[in-house]
């Protein structure tokens, strides 16, 4: 088949062809007369090697694949789907394919299967898919029944959508380099007269911004020295109230000595004078006050009382006021 060349060819057979016609003629021992499936233990490859050992496809590929089965007890007579770096795990259980004109008719089973990187039960899910398709007992009674028919190909985007994807990519690339090209053509034929403007735009443009943070400065400066002349000023007249306050503390404690003085000095006198020059009767004393001083403890007195009285109100100096 790869010799001969046939344009617009395309290998797209049914399910129904695959299990009555090639997977069929190949168990019963029937030649073919076109070599187009190939036969390939696909589990000693990597699913991502077997489209290039397929002899036709392009996005499915088809073997013709001799199953082997696991040996000892623990296989229980399954087949080996280990591969050198994954294993294939079923999906499902097994559907049958019947005739499209007998539907009582059953051709065979079909069972899908998926690539995984790794180790059972471990391992990573890949987009490789495998669909197995194999006769029943009834329909195939040779010894060959451990042939299947296997197809291959991937759960992923089609081929199509791949080349108008990369063709996009490399597109932009282009794009990309273009313009880096022409940014770079203009930044070399640039004239020294447009470099020295934009470079007296740029020192422009910084003297603007620094004269506006100076000037910001010097208005803060500015405002903080007026609030603290308001302060000064503010200390300075709330002294000048404390020493006024005291001030005239002073003079009231001053004017009262002075009238304890005259009261006193006028209560030492025998007699008052008035305005019209009369006199008045001359105060009446107890005979004797030099121990006997009660008319000191009088209510008026106390209160125009002086301390340095104290020491002028003794039985000597009492004496004396008689």
Same mark, same amino acid.
């Given at each position: 088949?790869?010799?001969?060349?046939?344009?617009?060819?395309?290998?797209?057979?049914?399910?129904?062809e695959?299990?009555?016609?090639?997977l069929?003629?190949?168990?019963?021992?029937?030649?073919?007369?076109?070599?187009?499936?190939?036969?390939?233990?696909?589990?000693?490859?990597?699913?991502?090697?077997?489209?290039?050992?397929?002899?036709?496809?392009?996005?499915?590929?088809?073997?013709y694949?001799?199953?082997?089965?696991?040996?000892?007890?623990?296989g229980?007579?399954?087949?080996?789907?280990?591969?050198?770096?994954?294993?294939?795990?079923?999906?499902?259980?097994?559907?049958?394919?019947?005739?499209?004109?007998?539907p009582?008719?059953?051709?065979?089973?079909?069972?899908?299967?998926?690539?995984?990187?790794?180790?059972?039960?471990?391992g990573s899910?890949?987009?490789w898919?495998?669909?197995?398709?194999?006769?029943?007992?009834?329909?195939?009674?040779?010894?060959?029944?451990?042939?299947?028919?296997?197809?291959?190909?991937r *759960?992923?985007?089609?081929?199509?959508?791949?080349?108008?994807?990369a063709?996009?990519?490399?597109?932009?690339?282009?794009?990309?380099?273009?313009?880096?090209?022409?940014?770079?053509?203009?930044?070399?034929?640039?004239?020294?007269?447009?470099s020295?403007?934009?470079?007296?735009?740029?020192?422009?443009e910084?003297?603007?911004?620094? *004269?506006?943070?100076?000037?910001?400065?010097?208005?803060?400066?500015?405002?903080?020295?007026?609030?603290?002349?308001?302060?000064?000023?503010?200390?300075?007249?709330?002294q000048?109230?404390?020493?006024?306050?005291?001030?005239?503390?002073?003079?009231?404690?001053?004017?009262?000595?002075?009238?304890?003085?005259?009261?006193?000095?006028?209560?030492?006198?025998?007699?008052?004078?008035?305005?019209?020059? *009369?006199?008045?009767?001359?105060?009446?004393?107890?005979?004797?006050?030099?121990?006997?001083?009660?008319?000191?403890?009088?209510?008026?007195?106390t209160?125009?009382?002086?301390?340095?009285?104290?020491?002028?109100?003794t039985?000597?100096?009492?004496?004396?006021?008689?």
């Amino acid at each position: 088949m790869a010799d001969l060349d046939l344009p617009g060819f395309r290998f797209h057979p049914t399910e129904e062809e695959l299990l009555n016609f090639y997977l069929k003629k190949v168990v019963f021992g029937h030649k073919l007369h076109f070599d187009i499936i190939g036969f390939l233990n696909i589990y000693r490859h990597d699913p991502w090697e077997l489209p290039g050992l397929a002899k036709i496809g392009e996005r499915e590929w088809y073997f013709y694949v001799p199953r082997d089965r696991k040996q000892g007890p623990s296989g229980a007579g399954r087949p080996n789907r280990t591969t050198l770096n994954g294993f294939w795990k079923a999906t499902g259980s097994d559907r049958t394919i019947r005739c499209l004109t007998d539907p009582k008719k059953i051709l065979g089973l079909r069972k899908t299967l998926v690539f995984y990187n790794g180790r059972a039960p471990r391992g990573s899910k890949t987009d490789w898919v495998m669909n197995e398709y194999r006769l029943t007992p009834q329909n195939c009674s040779s010894s060959k029944e451990d042939i299947v028919l296997c197809k291959i190909y991937r *759960k992923a985007t089609s081929l199509k959508v791949l080349e108008q994807r990369a063709a996009m990519e490399e597109e932009e690339m282009e794009q990309r380099a273009a313009m880096e090209e022409e940014e770079m053509f203009k930044s070399s034929t640039s004239s020294p007269q447009d470099s020295y403007m934009s470079a007296s735009l740029m020192e422009s443009e910084i003297n603007i911004f620094c *004269k506006g943070v100076s000037n910001e400065e010097d208005q803060d400066q500015q405002h903080d020295h007026e609030q603290e002349q308001e302060q000064e000023q503010e200390q300075e007249q709330e002294q000048e109230l404390i020493k006024e306050e005291h001030v005239e503390g002073v003079q009231e404690v001053i004017l009262v000595n002075k009238e304890a003085e005259t009261c006193a000095a006028s209560m030492s006198k025998p007699s008052l004078t008035l305005v019209n020059d *009369k006199f008045l009767p001359q105060l009446q004393l107890p005979g004797k006050i030099s121990n006997n001083l009660d008319w000191m403890q009088d209510p008026f007195f106390t209160q125009i009382r002086s301390p340095w009285l104290d020491n002028w109100m003794t039985p000597t100096y009492a004496n004396l006021l008689l």
